[in-house]
């Protein structure tokens, strides 16, 4: 698995967690990830990770 660095300006007050849910839901919006991939991303499991695409 690769690992990133992002330096995200503190205004826009984002936490890992958060970042993390936002990369897997436009990385699966864009059909890079599977909805299986992206949940594992955002640490979730399929369910809770399609009810927050759908909010």
């Known amino acids: ?3 990133i ?3 995200i300006p ?3 007050d ?3 967690t958060e970042t993390k849910r936002f990369l897997a839901a436009k ?9 299986g991939q992206a949940a594992e991303l955002a640490g979730l499991s399929k ?3 399609s009810e927050i695409l759908a909010d």
């Open 27 to 35: 990385m699966y919006e864009s059909g890079k990830l599977s909805l």
């Open 1 to 3: 698995m690769k690992h």
């Open 14 to 16: 984002l936490g890992e």
């Open 5 to 7: 660095t992002l330096t």
């Open 47 to 49: 369910v809770a990770f």
């Open 10 to 12: 503190d205004h826009l």
